[in-house]
């Protein structure tokens, strides 16, 4: 097994952080398809309702888990309202969180609105400034959620404790992981409802997240392939997932929760809701030890 | 009018006056000033503080001369009107060092004393250190050698800490020390993470980050830092690099040196003599891990 020596005795960020990093996924994965559902979904108003309500709380949870885990709450503010040093992705991560809570509590405001609209037999947004309200701030979401399912790598990369962030791919990787999250709970929101798992929003969310999982597969190959012979710290990183303490991980929750699950149930010959079900939560689940995993391994 | 060039440095000084014939001269040994290219300027009643703020560059017409000034909106309006009623004089500048450090690996004899008086300075809890020595051992009898090579945090010119830390704790000071500022940090860790030197640990009393600041509260004494105070083989040289005529510069400059960890790309402000290439032995290390270092067996 490889030894490498490290600046510290201990990394310095915990499993915490990583779990911060799967929920910052999931968060940012809900508001991309979110996006995609108010164009596509023919219960689009619901899935974004509700997948709003998924990324505030898990936005609320990851920010707690960070104020936790880092500790001195009260100066936290300061990543907030300084701006003397937007080199650091940290900074600017803190800002795009709040400026994501933000946005969802304005979206669920307007979505509320027009639940009530729907509700009274009302069934086309009045034109102007209403329309455009409601498209500007969906752009937001969508331009805030995809910046944070990139940024972890953005942060990572300029570290020596998590080298796999640093590899050619790990961006890809981070951005489909979390659309993989989000399609994921999509798909289990609009299979939870009375037929819904036979509707054909579920069928378009189960094709995508399936599509999704091909392409993390492809990616996570070409990674094994980009990493040869890529240092002595990400060689060390690589063989720590696939030999050491994070293969059970990595080839149980990865590999095999995440892919061949999700992948194996297409070739049911019937699709019941509970197997729907369970390979959207495989799914999720692979996705977050992906993100997990690309923190902690070194 | 009264001066010090950046040998005299004095931090309170007003340094580097204009001559008559437009040259700048110090007051104690009428050498001519440094003429680096960015200087900090403060006026009068102008709090340094400004100094870190961000500015505008702007170049200036000064006694005749030109220089290049980072300065704020206000500062500049102040100067203007400053030197305007007579108030300001603006041909003075404060002196700005570049504060550096050589380590001479052929004379550290391993003694920990720069360790133990950094310990005593700042009260460094057990386990973390701003500074401290690595005992390196290379080859095998009867060609082994042992190698002491002394490691602190290295006041890097482009330092990651610096600008990977969210809330602006991190900051550089004029003459080059970078330092926490304790209230503003959060412990958020991500400057611990940057460092490749591992120099940065969480004091655990003050739930804070800390590291070596070059003992910035001694030198703006005109004191040395600790560690180079005690060294009793004077294998550590305190000073101003860009000063050619101060100990750190002559030294420098007749001896091949040579930075930790290069391949960082940090620019580092400690410098080493180091014949043997000690350092690459430590390419991997960081400042922290001695605890991690085994002990000799001892005894039977």
């Given at each position: 097994?490889?030894?490498?020596?490290?600046?510290?005795?201990?990394?310095?960020?915990?499993?915490?952080?990583?779990?911060?990093?799967?929920?910052?996924?999931?968060?940012?994965?809900?508001?991309?398809?979110?996006?995609?559902?108010?164009?596509?979904?023919?219960?689009?108003?619901?899935?974004?309702?509700?997948?709003?309500?998924?990324?505030?709380?898990?936005?609320?949870?990851?920010?707690?888990?960070?104020?936790?885990?880092?500790?001195?709450?009260?100066?936290?503010?300061?990543?907030?309202?300084?701006?003397?040093?937007?080199?650091?992705?940290?900074?600017?991560?803190?800002?795009?969180?709040?400026?994501?809570?933000?946005?969802?509590?304005?979206?669920?405001?307007?979505?509320?609105?027009?639940?009530?609209?729907?509700?009274?037999?009302?069934?086309?947004?009045?034109?102007?400034?209403?329309?455009?309200?409601?498209?500007?701030?969906?752009?937001?979401?969508?331009?805030?959620?995809?910046?944070?399912?990139?940024?972890?790598?953005?942060?990572?990369?300029?570290?020596?404790?998590?080298?796999?962030?640093?590899?050619?791919?790990?961006?890809?990787?981070?951005?489909?992981?979390?659309?993989?999250?989000?399609?994921?709970?999509?798909?289990?929101?609009?299979?939870?409802?009375?037929?819904?798992?036979?509707?054909?929003?579920?069928?378009?969310?189960?094709?995508?997240?399936?599509?999704?999982?091909?392409?993390?597969?492809?990616?996570?190959?070409?990674?094994?392939?980009?990493?040869?012979?890529?240092?002595?710290?990400?060689?060390?990183?690589?063989?720590?997932?696939?030999?050491?303490?994070?293969?059970?991980?990595?080839?149980?929750?990865?590999?095999?929760?995440?892919?061949?699950?999700?992948?194996?149930?297409?070739?049911?010959?019937?699709?019941?809701?509970?197997?729907?079900?369970?390979?959207?939560?495989?799914?999720?689940?692979?996705?977050?030890?992906?993100?997990?995993?690309?923190?902690?391994?070194? | 009018?009264?001066?010090?060039?950046?040998?005299?440095?004095?931090?309170?000084?007003?340094?580097?006056?204009?001559?008559?014939?437009?040259?700048?001269?110090?007051?104690?040994?009428?050498?001519?000033?440094?003429?680096?290219?960015?200087?900090?300027?403060?006026?009068?009643?102008?709090?340094?503080?400004?100094?870190?703020?961000?500015?505008?560059?702007?170049?200036?017409?000064?006694?005749?001369?030109?220089?290049?000034?980072?300065?704020?909106?206000?500062?500049?309006?102040?100067?203007?009107?400053?030197?305007?009623?007579?108030?300001?004089?603006?041909?003075?500048?404060?002196?700005?060092?570049?504060?550096?450090?050589?380590?001479?690996l052929?004379?550290?004899?391993?003694?920990?004393?720069?360790?133990?008086?950094?310990?005593?300075?700042?009260?460094?809890?057990?386990?973390?250190?701003?500074?401290?020595?690595?005992?390196?051992?290379e080859?095998?009898?009867?060609?082994?050698?042992?190698h002491?090579?002394?490691?602190?945090?290295?006041?890097?010119?482009?330092?990651?800490?610096?600008?990977?830390?969210?809330?602006?704790?991190?900051?550089?000071?004029?003459?080059?020390?970078?330092?926490?500022?304790?209230?503003?940090?959060?412990?958020?860790?991500?400057?611990?993470?940057?460092?490749?030197?591992?120099?940065?640990?969480?004091?655990?009393?003050?739930?804070?980050?800390?590291?070596?600041?070059?003992?910035?509260?001694?030198?703006?004494?005109?004191?040395?830092?600790?560690?180079?105070?005690?060294?009793?083989?004077?294998?550590?040289?305190?000073?101003?690099?860009?000063?050619?005529?101060?100990?750190?510069?002559?030294?420098?400059?007749?001896?091949?040196?040579e930075?930790?960890?290069?391949?960082?790309?940090?620019?580092?402000?400690?410098?080493?003599?180091d014949p043997r290439g000690a350092l690459g032995l430590?390419?991997?290390?960081?400042?922290?891990?001695?605890?991690?270092?085994?002990?000799?067996?001892?005894?039977?």
């Open positions: 097994m490889t030894t490498v020596a490290y600046p510290l005795l201990e990394p310095p960020w915990g499993p915490l952080l990583g779990i911060y990093f799967i929920l910052i996924g999931l968060a940012s994965g809900a508001s991309l398809v979110s996006l995609w559902a108010r164009h596509n979904a023919d219960d689009g108003v619901r899935l974004e309702w509700v997948l709003d309500w998924i990324g505030i709380g898990m936005l609320t949870v990851a920010s707690t888990i960070l104020l936790v885990d880092l500790g001195r709450p009260t100066r936290f503010f300061l990543m907030l309202t300084e701006f003397s040093n937007l080199h650091s992705p940290m900074s600017v991560g803190a800002k795009v969180v709040a400026l994501e809570f933000f946005l969802l509590a304005i979206s669920l405001y307007l979505l509320h609105r027009q639940r009530r609209a729907l509700a009274t037999g009302e069934t086309r947004m009045a034109a102007g400034p209403t329309q455009w309200t409601f498209l500007t701030m969906r752009f937001m979401l969508g331009l805030t959620g995809f910046f944070l399912a990139v940024y972890p790598v953005v942060l990572l990369s300029r570290t020596w404790s998590s080298p796999l962030a640093k590899s050619p791919g790990s961006a890809l990787i981070f951005l489909v992981t979390a659309a993989v999250m989000g399609t994921g709970l999509a798909w289990i929101v609009a299979a939870s409802r009375v037929g819904g798992a036979e509707s054909t929003v579920a069928a378009q969310l189960g094709r995508t997240l399936m599509a999704l999982v091909c392409i993390e597969m492809i990616l996570l190959g070409l990674e094994a392939l980009a990493l040869v012979n890529a240092g002595p710290r990400t060689e060390a990183a690589v063989e720590e997932l696939t030999h050491g303490g994070g293969r059970t991980a990595f080839w149980g929750l990865v590999v095999g929760v995440g892919m061949a699950v999700p992948l194996l149930g297409m070739l049911l010959p019937r699709r019941p809701r509970a197997a729907s079900l369970v390979r959207a939560v495989a799914a999720i689940v692979g996705a977050g030890a992906t993100r997990y995993l690309l923190f902690a391994a070194r | 009018m009264p001066g010090a060039c950046d040998r005299h440095l004095k931090r309170s000084r007003i340094c580097a006056t204009p001559s008559a014939s437009g040259g700048y001269f110090c007051i104690d040994c009428r050498r001519p000033g440094s003429r680096r290219g960015e200087y900090n300027l403060v006026a009068q009643g102008i709090s340094a503080a400004y100094i870190r703020s961000p500015g505008i560059t702007a170049t200036l017409g000064l006694a005749g001369r030109t220089a290049s000034l980072t300065l704020a909106p206000a500062e500049l309006l102040l100067l203007f009107l400053g030197g305007w009623v007579g108030r300001t004089p603006l041909g003075e500048r404060a002196c700005v060092a570049r504060f550096g450090m050589l380590i001479d052929r004379t550290c004899i391993g003694c920990h004393a720069c360790s133990v008086a950094c310990k005593a300075e700042f009260d460094v809890p057990l386990g973390a250190f701003r500074d401290t020595v690595k005992y390196v051992e080859g095998k009898y009867p060609k082994a050698r042992r002491f090579i002394p490691v602190l945090c290295n006041h890097c010119e482009d330092a990651p800490c610096l600008e990977a830390c969210p809330t602006g704790a991190i900051s550089r000071l004029a003459d080059g020390q970078v330092v926490i500022e304790k209230g503003d940090c959060n412990v958020n860790r991500f400057c611990m993470s940057a460092c490749p030197y591992g120099a940065i640990y969480v004091d655990p009393d003050e739930n804070v980050a800390q590291k070596c600041t070059f003992c910035e509260h001694r030198t703006t004494q005109g004191l040395e830092p600790a560690c180079v105070e005690v060294c009793p083989t004077k294998c550590r040289i305190f000073g101003d690099l860009d000063d050619p005529g101060a100990e750190i510069a002559q030294k420098a400059n007749a001896n091949r040196t930075v930790w960890k290069e391949d960082a790309g940090t620019n580092p402000r400690v410098l080493y003599i430590i390419g991997a290390d960081g400042v922290q891990v001695d605890t991690r270092s085994k002990m000799p067996a001892v005894g039977p």
